[in-house]
């Protein structure tokens, strides 16, 4: 297959949920041009993409990183005063994470304290308890063991109970 033609599948298939990913890890702005470069990253690094590897994980990894990469920009001096950017991302689904980010107060409370976690908790959390990723796919995207994988979750899902005030076995 052609590489625009797999990168256009997989943005087909993926784009919404790396834009939901990105998005726990960001927050909202710029989320639009870090899904895109993505996506060009991906492009760029075809050739050194292995066959035998899951493209979801492998994508996600490039988003994890892009995203760590912006975290650390927001968190440089800025020297010039910037103009908000508003993305504008159109899902295929009628239910944008604002959308349900706004349904009430408590998932509200959630999001807010999973965004206060340092990022490994953060990370953990959002593949496994909200993409729902296995365990390995997990540690491939997280580049850790699967062990790793399990502990940091048990960990961040304590940390969000106590965050949130209610029992981990309840997440």
Request: proline share 4%; glycine share 4%.
């Amino acid at each position: 297959m052609q590489k625009t033609t797999l990168i256009s599948v997989w943005y087909e298939r993926y784009s919404d949920e790396l834009y939901n990913f990105l998005l726990y890890r960001v927050g909202k702005a710029d989320v639009e041009d870090l899904l895109q470069e993505v996506f060009i990253r991906a492009y760029k690094g075809l050739d050194s993409f292995n066959g035998d590897a899951n493209p979801k994980t492998w994508l996600y990894s490039i988003a994890r990183n892009i995203s760590i990469d912006e975290i650390r920009r927001r968190q440089r001096p800025k020297w010039k005063s910037m103009m908000p950017f508003e993305s504008h991302h159109e899902p295929k689904t009628e239910r944008t994470p604002e959308h349900v980010l706004e349904l009430d107060e408590e998932k509200q409370a959630v999001y807010q304290a999973i965004q206060s976690l340092k990022p490994a908790f953060r990370d953990v959390l959002i593949l496994r308890g909200i993409k729902e990723f296995s365990v390995r796919e997990a540690a491939d995207v997280l580049n850790w063991t699967e062990n790793k994988v399990r502990s940091t979750y048990h960990r961040a899902k304590q940390k969000l109970a106590d965050e949130i005030g209610g029992d981990p076995r309840e997440q």
